[in-house]
C-alpha cells in the first residue's frame, strides 16, 4: 500500500499515512483539526543494471541488429556516389 504526505494548513503539522488507492483522502489533521492537504514530491526511480536499452540484453555476438544498420548506411554512401558519378559521366 503507498504512503502518503500530509500537511495541516492550520498548523503546519506533517505527517505520513499508509492508505490503500480505495481509501479516501484525509481532510482533517489529527493535531489541530485544522484542514490538510496532500503533498506531492519527486519520485525516487532509479534504473540500474544491464537490460534498460533493447541492445544492453543482446550479446556481443549478435551481428544481425548491427549488419542491418550498417548496411543501410553503405547502401545509401554507395547511392549517394552513384548519383555524383552519374551526372560527371552525362556531362562527358
Known amino acids: ?3 502518503y504526505a500530509y500537511a495541516c ?3 503546519g503539522h506533517r505527517f505520513d499515512a ?3 488507492f480505495a481509501d479516501p483522502t484525509l ?3 489529527p493535531e489541530c483539526s ?3 492537504r496532500k503533498e ?3 519520485i525516487g526511480v532509479t534504473f540500474n543494471g544491464a537490460g534498460f536499452y533493447r541492445t ?3 550479446s556481443t555476438g549478435s551481428a544481425s541488429s ?3 544498420g550498417g548496411g543501410d548506411a553503405s547502401s545509401s554512401a554507395s547511392s549517394k556516389s552513384e548519383a555524383t558519378s552519374s551526372p560527371a559521366a552525362a556531362g562527358s
Do not use: A
Request: with cysteine; glycine share 12%.
Open 9 to 11: 494548513k492550520s498548523c
Open 18 to 20: 499508509v492508505q490503500s
Open 56 to 58: 544492453d540484453s543482446r
Open 40 to 42: 506531492y514530491g519527486s
Open 1 to 3: 500500500m503507498p504512503t
Open 66 to 68: 548491427g549488419s542491418s
Open 27 to 29: 481532510t482533517v489533521c
Open 34 to 36: 485544522g484542514e490538510l
